[in-house]
């Protein structure tokens, strides 16, 4: 009996000590759900939200009123919930300087009398949003999945659709910092369609779903103000991160008015923000979401170009975009319609020709109103038979010469069975002067140069190159441009310099890299995309977003230097390989290229991939290697032989470069200095030119060192000819490795204010290693 009673007690004393082994050391286990809006993991610094001060911000809670949004498990409504975050957001930003709007602060909605549709709502809160010129519009909101799944939850932000420079920045900065601190793993961004923001007018516009509120622990959590006001902490940061990075401002000079009765030039004025300064290289204007030959002039900080004579009546979508040296990016959005008064009679302005001669145009349209066939011969005779001109459409228009002692007077004019008469006027409605912009290589016309006088003007030539000098502009200075050539500076614009025996004026540019890259097609790919983060790093940097930033700049300094680039994204799509594929295939790529951060193709992670047997494909990568090489964080890249589909598929050379993981503590920072972006953009175009020019070219490296009173200048931008932008380090130097011999125009801009520190000099590519530039005044 005793000995029974012993054994139990042994048998209860070992059980126990097993079980307090196993308590003290697990110790307490932390559910799958404490993270959620657990706490805020992110401070920021006190002097951070000064770069909120005077930005103009619109907070757009979502649904309210009659639109009560998701509903929770316990019955809490997302309407409710959006505007507890939202008033959150109104306070804190309030208290940083921020010029704060709310398009609702009670639950209501924008439902006029007798209405229930939701468009009308959207319509209502939308004029409230626009009215104020707002730079940022955020539309809070929380998510619901259908059919209702009580397990997903994750961050959704979506950036404006056909936006993908600054509303896409916007949205990476947000959902950054919500997936640092909310505590939900799985994170999107993504093009959006909605509603408000197709109709948003902001320079970035955002709808940020930031957690499901049919997860029973997240509506448990959102029930409490402090969780409502963690979210709207985190949205400030992103705030803070989006603006910090020297988000420049843009306004709208020319047109004054959205309505023109004749075609003009389109100026924007940029002010930097921050003291940070511009990358020339990024200023664009996009107009129908098509990229337009723009130039961007550092004296008058404006973004110009002209429109063409002949542009057809119709709205018009306009955008301006662009990006600091740090990577904060502006845009501005506006619609312009082109509406000539309605006429029978289609004569359009004469200009001065060539030797004296008066050049008439006239403008031939079928019977729907379209441009006749190019070749349709055309003949005008005078109403006496004494004059008579012939020629044939080109786009609808057809050109005559005439001196100007017999020009003039009414002609019949037959085209193609049409007839009728009109008056061709000597007295030209806007005298010029004609210039021809030449090819200094080739001495070929440069199809659509551009000349640009002062803030306000500018003028656009045709696809022959001739373009005409108002003789308003007679001895101002011209800068002439044109995609693919250096822009030049010519002294004042006068009757007789420069005229050749025709008495035509001929400006001639040189072709950025010689014209390798001239008209060739080139074909970019950022891996990773929307649902893909291709890498995620420990503080939630993605991989995907580092790839589209790198091949952005690929593609603007490659534009600027003449190469028609396809981008097989230019947001956060989620695309599949063989979408990739068909729009590099369909473009007509000469070559392509796959950026990859973050995805390891080795133990290492760095190297340079083509397909096997490929010669081309080898000396691509063989030239992306040595362009590469000492590039942190890849200390060495190697090249190797893969049948991935990309480098399968493509229907011309191709590589793909793995440029390190991005998943490990030393590699993300790195990637996440803007600095790398430049340089790893700038060696790729290098590698691209050497590639094209084969064993004849000739690329020179060329350090350019900004001082100022002796002292480096950290983060001045240095660009060359408008098309290659690189940042001084901390020693005030900034090494370019893909410049070609010549004469360059510089243009140095160092951080501060703009009134100080700005330069433009021409140098000589050839020579000593270093040119410093020193920035006293």
């Known amino acids: 009996m005793k000995l029974t009673l012993l054994i139990r007690i042994a048998v209860y004393a070992t059980l126990a000590a097993l079980l307090i082994g196993v308590c003290a050391g697990c110790g307490p286990r932390r559910g799958a759900y404490d993270d959620l809006y657990a706490e805020l993991r992110e401070e920021p610094e006190a002097g951070d939200q000064g770069v909120l001060a005077g930005r103009r911000i619109v907070i757009d809670p979502g649904h309210g009123g009659y639109f009560e949004g998701a509903i929770g498990p316990d019955s809490l409504t997302e309407a409710d919930v959006n505007l507890g975050v939202a008033l959150y957001l109104w306070g804190l930003l309030k208290e940083a300087g921020a010029e704060v709007t709310l398009t609702r602060s009670t639950d209501r909605d ?26 940022i519009f955020i539309s809070i909101h929380h998510n619901a999945n259908l059919p209702v799944d009580r397990e997903v939850n994750k961050i959704e932000v979506y950036y404006r659709g056909d936006d993908p420079e600054a509303s896409l920045a916007l949205a990476g900065d947000v959902r950054l910092h919500l997936a640092r601190n909310l505590g939900i793993v799985e994170t999107e961004i993504k093009p959006g369609n909605y509603f408000v923001l197709r109709r948003s007018l902001a320079g970035a516009s955002i709808l940020a779903e930031a957690s499901y509120l049919s997860h ?10 402090e969780k409502q006001r963690m979210e709207a902490e985190s949205y400030v940061l992103g705030l803070i991160s989006y603006f910090s990075r020297g988000v420049p401002s843009i306004e709208r000079l020319e047109p004054a008015r959205d309505t023109l009765t004749a ?70 959005p506006c619609t312009l319609l082109l509406s000539r008064p309605a006429r029978y009679l289609l004569p359009l302005p004469c200009t001065s ?21 190019d070749g349709t011969p055309v003949t005008a005779i005078s109403l006496d038979g004494a004059k008579s001109f012939h020629d044939e459409c080109r786009s609808g228009i057809v050109r005559f010469e005439a001196p100007e002692d017999i020009a003039g007077g009414r002609f019949i004019v037959e085209a193609n069975g049409a007839r009728d008469t009109i008056s061709l006027d000597t007295a030209c409605t806007s005298a010029s ?25 500018a003028v656009r030539g045709d696809a022959r190159g001739m373009l005409h000098i108002p003789h308003t502009w007679r001895g101002l200075p011209l800068i002439v441009t044109a995609d693919g050539y250096r822009p030049a500076r010519i002294g004042p614009a006068s009757d007789s310099s420069g005229a050749d025996e025709g008495g035509a004026h001929a400006i001639r540019l ?13 074909a970019l790919d950022a891996a ?7 890498g995620l790093g420990p503080q939630k940097l993605r991989g995907a977003s580092i790839n589209l930033d790198v091949v952005k700049r690929v593609r603007d300094m490659l534009t600027r230097a003449g190469a028609i680039v396809t981008l097989t994204r230019t947001g956060e799509e989620t695309l599949g390989f063989e979408e990739r594929i068909y729009r590099i295939n369909s473009s007509r790529a000469e070559l392509a290229i796959s950026i990859h951060h973050g995805t390891a193709a080795g133990e290492d992670g760095c190297r340079i991939l083509h397909y096997p047997g490929s010669a081309r494909g080898g000396d ?18 190697t090249t190797g032989e893969s049948a991935a589909l990309f480098l399968q598929q493509t229907s011309c050379p191709a590589c793909e470069i793995h440029a390190g993981r991005i998943g490990e503590a030393s590699t993300e920072p790195l990637l996440a200095n803007p600095r790398y972006i430049h340089l790893m953009a700038e060696r790729i175009l290098s590698a691209i030119i050497t590639y094209t020019g084969g064993a004849g070219v000739t690329l020179l490296e060329r350090t350019i060192a900004v001082v100022r009173a002796g002292r480096p200048v950290q983060g001045a931008a240095v660009c060359i000819d408008q098309a290659v932008s690189i940042p001084t380090d901390s020693r005030g130097c900034a090494r370019f490795t893909s410049i070609d011999p010549g004469i360059h125009a510089l243009t140095i801009e160092a951080p501060g204010s703009p009134e100080h520190g700005m330069r433009f000099v021409e140098f000589l590519a050839e020579g000593s290693d270093t040119l410093s530039i020193d920035l006293t005044p």
């Open 110 to 135: 924008f439902l006029p009398e007798g209405s229930s549709e939701l468009r009308d709502d959207l319509e209502g809160r939308m004029r409230r949003a626009n009215d104020c010129s707002p730079e």
């Open 263 to 332: 075609p003009g030039a389109i100026v924007f004025a940029v002010e930097r923000g921050g003291g940070v300064p511009l990358d020339l290289s990024s200023a664009t204007i996009t107009i129908d979401n098509r990229r337009v030959p723009s130039h961007f002039e550092p004296e008058t900080g404006t973004i110009r170009y002209a429109m063409e004579a002949d542009a057809p009546n119709r709205p018009y979508a306009v955008r301006a975009a662009v990006r600091s040296m740090l990577g904060g990016t502006a845009a501005l």
């Open 510 to 522: 040189t072709p950025i890299f010689r014209g390798l890259t001239g008209g060739m097609r080139i």
């Open 216 to 225: 029973p622990i997240v509506e448990q959590r959102l029930k409490l103000a």
């Open 528 to 534: 990773g995309g929307g649902s893909d983060h291709a």
């Open 620 to 637: 691509l990568a063989a030239s992306l290697r040595a362009a590469l090489m000492e590039l942190p964080p890849c200390a060495e890249y």
């Open 433 to 457: 002067l004609p210039v021809m912009i030449i090819d200094d290589t080739s001495g070929n016309g440069i199809p659509f140069p551009q000349a640009i006088a002062t803030a306000r003007n």
């Open 353 to 373: 020709g060539i030797g004296g001669a008066t050049v008439f145009r006239l403008r031939v349209l079928d019977e729907v109103g379209q441009p006749v066939a």
